[in-house]
């Protein structure tokens, strides 16, 4: 009898019937690795996607904040003007500024709570 014939488990696992059994252990663990990559990777692109519309609403507010003060920034300016050199505040084109400036940004924030609500 050679030394290799009395070996083997109870069971009948032979280091041929392991190799084959880790080889199928391992296609099912490629599978799983793909499928779980795949999600990964599909929730990468949702979050890039949601910082993408993130960056756009920043963008937004602050293009929406920069005309607000190209459009109110004379206005204001001209009413300070007007009232250091003496002008009183029943003259019309001072309340007409301050109407302006007044009714610009009041504007603006009923627009943007439209929009919020509308969203929501």
């Known amino acids: 009898m050679t ?14 019937r392991s190799v ?5 252990d391992a296609g099912r663990d490629r599978a799983v690795a793909h499928r779980t ?22 963008s937004v507010a602050l293009a929406a904040l920069v005309l607000l003060l190209l459009v109110t920034g004379p206005l204001i300016w001209l009413a300070v003007d007007y009232f250091n050199s003496g002008g009183h505040m029943g003259d019309l084109n ?22 919020w609500l509308r969203r929501r």
Not at 51 to 58: L, S
Not at 94 to 115: H, K, R, Y
């Open 20 to 24: 084959a059994a880790s080889l199928a």
């Open 94 to 115: 001072t309340e007409f500024s301050l109407w302006v400036c007044i009714l610009c940004p009041a504007l603006l924030a009923a627009a943007l709570v439209a929009g």
């Open 3 to 16: 030394a290799g014939a009395g070996k083997g488990t109870a069971g009948g696992d032979t280091p041929l």
């Open 37 to 58: 990559r795949r999600v990964v990777m599909a929730s990468l692109g949702v979050m890039q996607d949601q910082q993408a519309v993130r960056k756009r609403t920043r």
